[in-house]
Protein backbone atom coordinates (compact mmCIF):
# COMPACT_ATOMS: atom_id res chain seq x y z
CA UNK A 1 0.00 0.00 0.00
CA UNK A 2 1.59 3.26 -1.02
CA UNK A 3 0.98 6.59 1.24
CA UNK A 4 1.64 10.04 0.01
CA UNK A 5 0.85 13.08 1.32
CA UNK A 6 -1.52 15.73 0.35
CA UNK A 7 -0.40 18.89 1.55
CA UNK A 8 -3.28 21.06 2.37
CA UNK A 9 -4.05 23.64 4.83
CA UNK A 10 -7.67 24.91 6.32
CA UNK A 11 -7.13 28.37 7.74
CA UNK A 12 -10.50 29.46 8.87
CA UNK A 13 -11.62 33.35 9.26
CA UNK A 14 -10.71 32.42 13.19
CA UNK A 15 -7.31 30.57 12.50
CA UNK A 16 -5.96 34.11 11.55
CA UNK A 17 -2.82 33.63 14.28
CA UNK A 18 -1.76 30.74 12.53
CA UNK A 19 -0.75 31.93 8.90
CA UNK A 20 -0.70 35.06 6.92
CA UNK A 21 -2.48 37.60 9.72
CA UNK A 22 -1.11 37.60 13.49
CA UNK A 23 -2.79 38.27 16.30
CA UNK A 24 -2.61 41.81 17.78
CA UNK A 25 -0.89 42.49 21.23
CA UNK A 26 -1.02 45.81 23.44
CA UNK A 27 2.45 47.07 22.28
CA UNK A 28 5.74 45.86 20.46
CA UNK A 29 5.00 42.99 18.48
CA UNK A 30 7.64 41.50 16.50
CA UNK A 31 6.25 38.57 14.30
CA UNK A 32 7.68 36.07 11.71
CA UNK A 33 5.55 35.96 8.82
CA UNK A 34 5.28 33.31 5.85
CA UNK A 35 4.38 34.71 3.05
CA UNK A 36 1.24 33.96 0.53
CA UNK A 37 2.16 31.24 -1.15
CA UNK A 38 5.36 29.57 1.42
CA UNK A 39 2.59 28.01 3.35
CA UNK A 40 2.79 24.87 1.66
CA UNK A 41 5.51 23.87 -0.93
CA UNK A 42 7.70 21.37 -2.18
CA UNK A 43 11.06 20.23 -2.14
CA UNK A 44 13.63 22.53 -4.16
CA UNK A 45 10.63 25.46 -3.75
CA UNK A 46 11.55 29.29 -2.52
CA UNK A 47 10.08 29.78 0.85
CA UNK A 48 9.68 33.64 2.54
CA UNK A 49 8.92 34.62 5.62
CA UNK A 50 9.23 38.27 7.29
CA UNK A 51 10.15 39.96 10.32
CA UNK A 52 7.87 42.51 11.16
CA UNK A 53 7.03 44.59 13.42
CA UNK A 54 3.44 46.76 15.00
CA UNK A 55 1.69 48.23 17.61
CA UNK A 56 4.93 50.41 18.64
CA UNK A 57 5.27 51.65 21.93
CA UNK A 58 7.88 54.30 20.71
CA UNK A 59 9.87 54.55 17.43
CA UNK A 60 12.70 52.48 16.84
CA UNK A 61 16.14 52.49 14.83
CA UNK A 62 17.63 49.11 15.87
CA UNK A 63 16.83 45.43 16.39
CA UNK A 64 18.43 42.13 17.25
CA UNK A 65 17.29 38.66 16.78
CA UNK A 66 17.67 35.00 18.17
CA UNK A 67 15.35 32.27 15.76
CA UNK A 68 15.50 29.27 15.08
CA UNK A 69 14.40 26.76 12.04
CA UNK A 70 14.81 22.98 11.30
CA UNK A 71 17.90 22.84 8.42
CA UNK A 72 17.26 19.13 8.01
CA UNK A 73 14.01 21.12 5.88
CA UNK A 74 15.19 23.77 4.72
CA UNK A 75 18.65 26.38 4.39
CA UNK A 76 18.48 29.63 4.90
CA UNK A 77 19.73 32.10 1.34
CA UNK A 78 19.76 35.24 2.62
CA UNK A 79 17.66 37.74 5.18
CA UNK A 80 17.43 40.90 3.10
CA UNK A 81 16.62 44.08 5.73
CA UNK A 82 13.80 46.01 4.29
CA UNK A 83 14.44 49.83 2.19
CA UNK A 84 12.27 51.75 4.27
CA UNK A 85 12.57 54.34 1.05
CA UNK A 86 14.04 57.56 3.17
CA UNK A 87 15.13 60.36 1.39
CA UNK A 88 18.54 60.79 1.06
CA UNK A 89 21.35 60.52 3.37
CA UNK A 90 18.92 58.81 5.45
CA UNK A 91 19.34 54.62 5.09
CA UNK A 92 16.32 52.31 5.75
CA UNK A 93 17.29 48.86 7.74
CA UNK A 94 21.12 48.14 7.31
CA UNK A 95 22.04 44.63 8.21
CA UNK A 96 24.65 44.83 11.03
CA UNK A 97 25.44 40.70 11.34
CA UNK A 98 23.87 37.61 10.46
CA UNK A 99 25.22 34.35 11.28
CA UNK A 100 23.63 31.04 10.61
CA UNK A 101 24.97 27.82 13.46
CA UNK A 102 22.59 24.51 12.00
CA UNK A 103 19.34 26.67 11.85
CA UNK A 104 20.23 28.52 15.07
CA UNK A 105 20.21 32.45 13.87
CA UNK A 106 21.39 35.46 14.78
CA UNK A 107 20.71 39.03 12.83
CA UNK A 108 21.36 42.36 13.87
CA UNK A 109 19.96 45.33 11.88
CA UNK A 110 19.89 49.08 12.59
CA UNK A 111 18.28 52.18 10.65
CA UNK A 112 21.02 55.02 9.68
CA UNK A 113 20.40 58.72 10.31
CA UNK A 114 16.04 58.22 10.56
CA UNK A 115 13.74 56.04 12.90
CA UNK A 116 10.40 54.03 12.07
CA UNK A 117 7.38 53.98 14.55
CA UNK A 118 4.80 52.44 12.46
CA UNK A 119 3.96 48.90 11.34
CA UNK A 120 6.86 47.49 8.51
CA UNK A 121 8.53 45.12 7.65
CA UNK A 122 12.60 44.63 8.83
CA UNK A 123 13.76 42.10 6.53
CA UNK A 124 12.79 39.20 4.24
CA UNK A 125 14.16 35.92 4.92
CA UNK A 126 14.48 33.99 2.03
CA UNK A 127 14.67 29.42 2.60
CA UNK A 128 14.83 26.54 0.00
CA UNK A 129 13.02 23.64 1.11
CA UNK A 130 15.27 20.28 0.78
CA UNK A 131 12.45 17.93 2.38
CA UNK A 132 9.35 16.53 3.13
CA UNK A 133 7.90 17.97 6.58
CA UNK A 134 6.17 20.84 9.09
CA UNK A 135 8.96 23.55 8.99
CA UNK A 136 8.94 27.41 10.85
CA UNK A 137 10.54 29.80 12.27
CA UNK A 138 11.11 30.49 15.72
CA UNK A 139 12.80 32.93 18.17
CA UNK A 140 14.81 31.31 20.48
CA UNK A 141 15.81 31.70 24.18
CA UNK A 142 17.60 35.04 24.70
CA UNK A 143 21.54 34.40 25.96
CA UNK A 144 23.93 37.20 26.48
CA UNK A 145 25.31 39.00 25.05
CA UNK A 146 22.89 38.33 22.14
CA UNK A 147 19.02 38.75 22.65
CA UNK A 148 16.13 39.79 21.06
CA UNK A 149 15.46 43.32 21.25
CA UNK A 150 14.13 46.33 19.74
CA UNK A 151 16.25 49.72 20.41
CA UNK A 152 14.44 52.82 21.19
CA UNK A 153 15.39 55.51 18.91
CA UNK A 154 15.29 58.44 21.41
CA UNK A 155 18.06 57.55 23.95
CA UNK A 156 18.91 53.53 22.37
CA UNK A 157 17.41 51.97 25.17
CA UNK A 158 15.25 48.44 24.78
CA UNK A 159 11.82 47.97 24.19
CA UNK A 160 9.86 46.73 27.00
CA UNK A 161 7.84 44.24 27.00
CA UNK A 162 8.35 42.84 23.11
CA UNK A 163 5.90 40.48 22.04
CA UNK A 164 7.74 37.68 20.33
CA UNK A 165 5.36 35.47 17.68
CA UNK A 166 6.41 33.12 16.54
CA UNK A 167 5.76 32.00 12.26
CA UNK A 168 2.72 29.40 11.13
CA UNK A 169 3.50 26.46 9.72
CA UNK A 170 5.41 25.66 6.42
CA UNK A 171 4.25 22.48 5.15
CA UNK A 172 6.79 20.63 2.93
CA UNK A 173 5.84 17.75 0.23
CA UNK A 174 5.81 16.24 -3.07
CA UNK A 175 1.71 16.81 -3.91
CA UNK A 176 -0.23 19.93 -4.69
CA UNK A 177 -1.32 22.22 -2.18
CA UNK A 178 -5.25 21.53 -2.97
CA UNK A 179 -7.92 21.45 -0.47
CA UNK A 180 -11.69 23.03 -0.58
CA UNK A 181 -13.45 24.16 2.59
CA UNK A 182 -16.04 26.35 3.95
CA UNK A 183 -14.91 29.89 5.20
CA UNK A 184 -15.64 31.31 7.81
CA UNK A 185 -15.77 28.42 10.20
CA UNK A 186 -17.23 29.81 13.76
CA UNK A 187 -16.46 27.86 17.30
CA UNK A 188 -19.41 25.58 18.41
CA UNK A 189 -20.16 25.28 14.38
CA UNK A 190 -21.69 22.04 12.73
CA UNK A 191 -21.44 20.59 9.28
CA UNK A 192 -18.26 22.50 8.15
CA UNK A 193 -16.97 20.39 5.19
CA UNK A 194 -13.45 19.86 3.84
CA UNK A 195 -11.97 18.51 0.46
CA UNK A 196 -9.15 17.28 -1.25
CA UNK A 197 -9.10 15.84 -5.31
CA UNK A 198 -9.99 12.33 -5.42
CA UNK A 199 -6.76 10.29 -5.59
CA UNK A 200 -8.16 7.72 -7.91
CA UNK A 201 -9.83 4.16 -6.76
CA UNK A 202 -8.94 2.28 -3.75
CA UNK A 203 -7.48 5.26 -2.10
CA UNK A 204 -8.04 5.86 1.54
CA UNK A 205 -7.94 9.41 2.97
CA UNK A 206 -6.48 10.06 6.59
CA UNK A 207 -7.60 13.39 8.05
CA UNK A 208 -6.53 15.25 11.18
CA UNK A 209 -8.41 18.22 12.52
CA UNK A 210 -6.77 20.54 14.99
CA UNK A 211 -9.67 22.18 16.77
CA UNK A 212 -12.50 20.50 15.46
CA UNK A 213 -13.78 16.79 15.57
CA UNK A 214 -14.98 14.88 12.39
CA UNK A 215 -18.48 13.96 12.01
CA UNK A 216 -18.60 12.09 8.72
CA UNK A 217 -16.49 11.34 5.65
CA UNK A 218 -13.08 9.58 7.90
CA UNK A 219 -11.20 7.70 5.31
CA UNK A 220 -13.07 9.59 2.01
CA UNK A 221 -11.63 12.51 -0.14
CA UNK A 222 -14.99 14.77 1.71
CA UNK A 223 -15.14 14.98 5.58
CA UNK A 224 -17.80 16.85 7.65
CA UNK A 225 -16.62 18.10 10.72
CA UNK A 226 -17.64 20.53 14.51
CA UNK A 227 -15.48 23.18 15.40
CA UNK A 228 -14.51 23.16 18.59
CA UNK A 229 -11.95 25.83 18.98
CA UNK A 230 -11.88 28.98 17.72
CA UNK A 231 -8.70 27.79 16.13
CA UNK A 232 -9.52 25.35 13.01
CA UNK A 233 -6.88 23.91 11.25
CA UNK A 234 -6.54 20.68 8.78
CA UNK A 235 -2.94 19.79 8.94
CA UNK A 236 -1.32 17.51 5.87
CA UNK A 237 -3.82 14.75 4.55
CA UNK A 238 -2.05 10.96 4.23
CA UNK A 239 -3.51 9.42 1.23
CA UNK A 240 -3.19 5.66 1.02
CA UNK A 241 -3.16 3.84 -2.32
Not at 96 to 116: E, F, K, L, R
Amino acid sequence: MKRKEVFAIVLMAASAAMLGARPSFAQNDLSLNVASGSECVEATDTVTVTLNVANLSAAINGVQVRLHYDNTLMTLVDIVPEDLMFPPPDEGWVEISQTDTNGDVDWAAVINGNSQGVPHTIATLTFTAIADGTAGVTFRTDADPFYTKLTRASDATTISPLNKIDSGGIFIGPSVCVITADDPVCEGSTGNAASVPDAGVGSTYIWTVTGGTITSGSGTDAITYTATDPLVMVPPVTVQI
